[in-house]
């Protein structure tokens, strides 16, 4: 059997444009693993860690946690799932976020999704989660099938406490200034792949084709 070669990769947009949406459809056909950092913070708020109590005021008006907190906790999960393919969705948001990941691995890929910021503040507020999985509802898009409860596991869905319009303003804010400059500095990298649109069910089958390209790529490249 061809030896199967390690792909990092990393999803981007601003809060909203559908990176959980993707990312739980790249899981499915490609079997990378996905590390979500929004998850791994709820968690620790949900499990009422010390660590998730300090950020939770952070979180909750819609700024980001410091950059050395959140690179540290990051680098760590990527330790502990050792080698593997990975999927990286909420991390790095800020340049200095996006050098310390550097220092430690390449990123191969960096999939962009730029949508709208109108189509997201309307999505945002009709957002559903099932806090401990991390997936994610929507009233109109991708309901689930019972109002109010996970599909797979028949537990409560909860809207997120950062997901009302005020606080999704301050988060697009935080988008532009600290995150914009991140897709830049991948841009310059030549590992940038932007995906433009207002629905993920038509830019889905175009990540789709990219990750098939760049899978077969990588893997014929060791076989
Ligand atoms: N109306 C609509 N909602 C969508 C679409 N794609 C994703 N959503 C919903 O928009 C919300 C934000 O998507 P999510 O994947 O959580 O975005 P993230 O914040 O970038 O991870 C969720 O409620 C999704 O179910 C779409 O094409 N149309
Ligand atoms: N890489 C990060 N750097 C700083 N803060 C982060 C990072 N990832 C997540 N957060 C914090 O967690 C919040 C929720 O993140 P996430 O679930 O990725 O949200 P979104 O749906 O807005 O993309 C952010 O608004 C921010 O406060």
């Not at 693993?33 to 109590?53: D, P, Q, V």
């Not at 997936?135 to 409560?156: A, I, S």
């Not at 809207?159 to 995150?179: F, G, I, N, W």
């Not at 649109?197 to 760049?214: C, F, H, M, Q, S």
Request: charged letters at 20%.
């Amino acid at each position: 059997m061809a030896l199967q070669k390690i792909f990092r990769a990393v999803i981007m947009g601003p809060p909203g444009s559908g990176k959980g949406t993707v990312s739980a459809r790249i899981t499915k056909s490609f079997g990378l693993t996905h590390l979500s950092s929004g998850n791994i913070l709820r968690a620790h708020i949900n499990a009422k860690t010390e660590f998730g109590l300090l950020m939770k005021s952070s979180i909750d008006q819609g700024q980001l946690v410091p950059d050395d907190v959140i690179s540290r906790l990051i680098l760590s999960e990527l330790k502990a799932i050792g080698q593997c393919s990975w999927l990286l969705d909420g991390f790095p948001r800020t340049v200095s976020q996006a050098e310390a990941l550097d220092s430690a691995y390449i990123v191969n890929t960096v999939i962009n999704l730029n949508v709208p910021f109108q189509t997201i503040k309307d999505r945002l507020t009709s957002r559903w989660t099932h806090l401990p999985s991390g997936r994610v509802y929507n009233t109109d898009f991708n309901p689930p099938k019972v109002p109010g409860l996970d599909d797979v596991t028949g537990e409560p869905l909860v809207q997120r406490d950062d997901d009302t319009p005020e606080t999704v303003t301050r988060r697009l804010k935080a988008y532009e200034t600290q995150t914009e400059p991140v897709l830049e500095y991948y841009r310059s990298k030549g590992v940038l792949e932007t995906f433009s649109g207002t629905e993920t069910n038509k830019i889905w089958p175009d990540v789709e084709a990219l990750l098939y390209r760049k899978l077969s790529l990588i893997n014929q490249k060791v076989a």
